[in-house]
């Protein structure tokens, strides 16, 4: 066997040394020439315009978005770059259907949009990355010239005249936590409810209200409690409730705590940040409790979703309105709930 492999090798040499003599000279021709054009191409692509925008994070003490605002056209892709100068972020966008991006440090992440009519959008931080996460926000404006926003309807809380920072305590709390599995069973032997549960009825009521305007009927006080629980419940549904809950864990949590006690893992942070003196009306405030039944009994959906819809005004709680869409706000609103009841 060796020996017949010894035999040939010569022979097929002889017969390709002539090709492989033209083809080694074809080569180094194209390595020249490939080198002429990459020494000239590099200097002349400098001042070509960059494809993509790129786009640096950083904590928002330092500097949040680097741009803060970004122009798009309506049909032309947006190619954006992403990288982070410190720790993780997230870039998101408000009122999109959009999966955020994640931008790690010292790495290069890529992602083009397509927008299909114009408008202002709000892109934000969607890692918990430092106390001041909430301010990494930057606006996106989508348009040729005066980008115009859809318009929106008037929040319920202005149409109703309601004063979000007033308290809203409210007068009698129960003994137990309100079971609405217990009131819906009262309420499919009574007769005389279809107005307490229709949506425009809940949104601007507190449960303390509707408590209060069941005192004539023969309901014990722990039956009413459970039946305004019933009707609370019955204006949202475990999807929605799944929903809140997943919004409320992402981007509430880490001021106002997982269970809604007002304790999380930046609410002494904020606290610090608050000067004592102005800690009554304006200032930065320690998160409100959102399991607070003496408190949020007190509060119709209105109150709470204006809240959220608007922020604090400076008091350390965000506005959110720019960032969630209306059912988005409405389902946060009906999972707080679901920190007094049991649902
Ligand atoms: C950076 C910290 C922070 C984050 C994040 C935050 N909040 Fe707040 N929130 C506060 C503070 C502080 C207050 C109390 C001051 C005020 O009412 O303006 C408050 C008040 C509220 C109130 C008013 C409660 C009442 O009794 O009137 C609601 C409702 C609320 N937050 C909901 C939310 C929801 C929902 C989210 C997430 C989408 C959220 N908050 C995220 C700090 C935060
Ligand atoms: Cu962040």
Redesign the pocket.
Known sequence: MADNVNQQTPSNSVRIQPWSHDWQEIIARLFVMTLLIVVLAVPILKFLPKESLEVHSSQALTSGWDPDVIHAEVGQPLHLRFTSDDVVHGFGIGQMDFSPVEILPGEWTETTLLFDKPGIYTYYCTRWCG?D??RMRGTLEVGETNPVSPPADLPLYLTLGLD??A??PSPVIPANKPSAATGSELLATASGFNEYLSKDYYRIHSPFEVYDGLRDTVYSDSERWSIVAAIWRSNTSSEKLAEGKG??TE??????GKNGA?D?V??DD?EAQGSPAMDDQHG???????N?PS??LG?SPA???G??TR????????M?GV??TEDQ?WN??A??YSFIFIY
């Open positions: 106390k996460h909430w979000l920072d308290p809203h919004l409320f981007n509430c949590a880490a001021c106002h007002g999380g930046f609410s904020l930065i405030k320690k998160p409100a409790s959102l607070d408190s949020i509060a109150i709470l979703q809240k959220i922020g604090g005004m400076g008091t350390g709680m965000p959110w960032i969630f706000i946060l609103v999972y707080i």
